[in-house]
């Protein structure tokens, strides 16, 4: 029996995986966690194991492609990953049966929260990614954000868990009317009235990543840019399109800044300060330059976690193809760029997952976003596309236009409601290819709920429902001391 619940435990983990990318069997996570929550028992400390368990088998399948950037660091990634399950799973079924509908979503809340901000954060598989392509409940995002998607996921497991084990409807009909009042009232998003479009050129020539000499990436955008017939409003080069400083090439520097007297670009390179080294957007245009310095960086790949400590940079260069060790410097302050009387922010890479910084830039006034990527160290894995479908989020939260240009692929536009628009194919491949994509932005300057209030509404939703189990709980406990 126990190696049964053991072999439930692992089950949930492979459903789960399985409806995400590049899988996308999306309606497997409405009952994903089922056979994990069917195998699990009242305040039982092998809750935590199973948990754990579950979480591990999820984790090493959608987390495959870091295997080929960090190594052995693969696994410990999925296994600090799925710490968080065991404790979800422990503490959930250690309060009363009666308590649990509103431990299981506070908890699963706080925990993706959390995850999204410990340790720089890392929010790339939230339990609500699973819904990208699912054009209803997607569209809940720009009320509660992704985190209210993944609540909503694990109510619906909880509850036919119950119904299935426990023979209690209530919260199976509480699921059905949370869920039926909220698509009831979902703000489906409408063309604006204004028709003015934005016409942007994104080139991916398949070059600009790490090792490749910065001359020959360069020439590569600058060829499919010069073929370009039609003026744009705008040509978009991906994150590190130019591998190197640029500035240090006067001729290449100069040529960008003459291009820009008649057409402006925006593109990906190193910049310095002092004795620090940013990874940078260039923004270019009437022969003048402005630059974002990325202010989220990505652990191990552009700088080292505990890089003091040489055990650790010794397994590193063992584990790192590319034997270096990075050491950019976050940028301290976000950056507005102006076009044509219009308003955009750039992305750079996997800032695009982070829901905070794209409703930031918003707030702060932008009118579409553009995220700048250099997927080329992902290789031919599950990870480009799960890291452009962070991008159908972004867009619906804030109901902005989303284009997303990289090196090797992928790059796409997205619409205010979630929709892909776009996707450059070539030989019906869009990764490791190169070509240019077409893309018509319509700015807009609809503030949606989400994007106003963030996840203020949950947070205190989730708190006080937690703090009223807990509260209620100690009651029972002091009723009982007193008999």
Same mark, same amino acid.
């Given at each position: ?19 995400? +990318? ?97 340790? *720089? ?32 996921? %694990? ?69 499919? *840019? ?44 190193? @910049? ?54 990075? @050491? #950019? ?17 750039? #992305? ?6 982070? +829901? @905070? ?5 918003? #707030? ?94 949950? *947070? ?9 189990? %807990? ?13």
């Amino acid at each position: 029996m126990r190696n049964l619940k053991l072999l439930l435990a692992v089950l949930s983990g492979i459903i789960l995986s399985v409806s995400f +990318p590049p899988f996308n069997l999306w309606y497997l996570a409405w009952i994903g966690f089922i056979p994990l929550f069917y195998s699990l028992e009242e305040s039982n400390v092998l809750n935590f194991f199973k948990g754990f368990l579950s979480g591990f088998i999820f984790y090493v399948i959608v987390f495959s492609w870091i295997f080929s950037v960090a190594g052995f660091i693969y696994i410990l990634i999925c296994l600090y990953f799925a710490l968080w399950w065991g404790i979800f799973t422990y503490l959930t079924f250690s309060f009363p049966s009666s308590k649990r509908i509103y431990i299981v979503l506070s908890l699963w809340f706080f925990i993706e929260i959390i995850i999204t901000h410990l340790f *720089t954060g890392f929010p790339w598989i939230l339990l609500g990614f699973s819904q990208w392509n699912d054009k209803y409940i997607n569209q809940i995002a720009s009320l509660v954000g992704i985190y209210g998607i993944s609540c909503l996921i %694990l109510l619906s497991n909880f509850s036919i868990t119950f119904l299935l084990k426990k023979k209690k409807i209530w919260e199976f009909l509480f699921f059905l009317i949370v869920l039926i009042s909220i698509i009831f009232f979902i703000p489906h998003w409408k063309k604006p009235l204004n028709k003015k479009k934005i016409k942007i050129y994104a080139i991916q020539a398949n070059a600009g990543f790490i090792g490749q000499p910065p001359r020959e990436s360069f020439y590569k955008y600058w060829s499919l *840019t010069k073929s370009i017939k039609e003026k744009s409003s705008l040509v978009v080069w991906p994150e590190s399109s130019f591998p190197s400083l640029i500035k240090e090439y006067p001729h290449l520097w100069n040529k960008l800044l003459k291009f820009s007297k008649k057409q402006p670009i925006l593109f990906g390179s190193i @910049d310095s300060k002092g004795n620090k080294f940013f990874n940078a957007a260039f923004f270019l245009k009437h022969g003048k330059h402005y630059v974002y310095h990325k202010m989220h960086l990505v652990p191990f790949g552009e700088y080292l976690p505990g890089k003091r400590f040489k055990w650790l940079r010794n397994i590193y260069k063992e584990e790192n193809p590319y034997h270096f060790i990075p @050491d #950019l410097s976050p940028g301290k302050t976000d950056k507005i760029f102006y076009l044509n009387g219009y308003r955009f922010s750039p #992305l750079i890479c996997y800032e695009n997952t982070f +829901p @905070d910084i794209s409703r930031e830039k918003i #707030l702060a006034g932008s009118q579409f976003l553009i995220t700048m990527t250099n997927d080329s160290w992902f290789g031919k894995s599950f990870g480009p596309q799960q890291h452009f479908i962070q991008n159908v989020f972004r867009a619906i939260e804030n109901r902005r236009y989303v284009l997303q240009v990289s090196t090797t692929g992928i790059t796409g536009l997205i619409s205010p409601n979630g929709k892909i628009k776009k996707i450059l194919y070539k030989n019906h491949k869009k990764l490791f290819i190169s070509g240019i994509l077409k893309a018509n932005i319509i700015p807009i300057n609809e503030i949606t709920f989400y994007t106003k209030w963030d996840n203020i509404p949950l *947070t205190f939703i989730f708190f006080f429902l937690s703090i009223g189990a %807990l509260y209620g709980e100690i009651n029972k406990i002091r009723r009982k001391n007193r008999v």
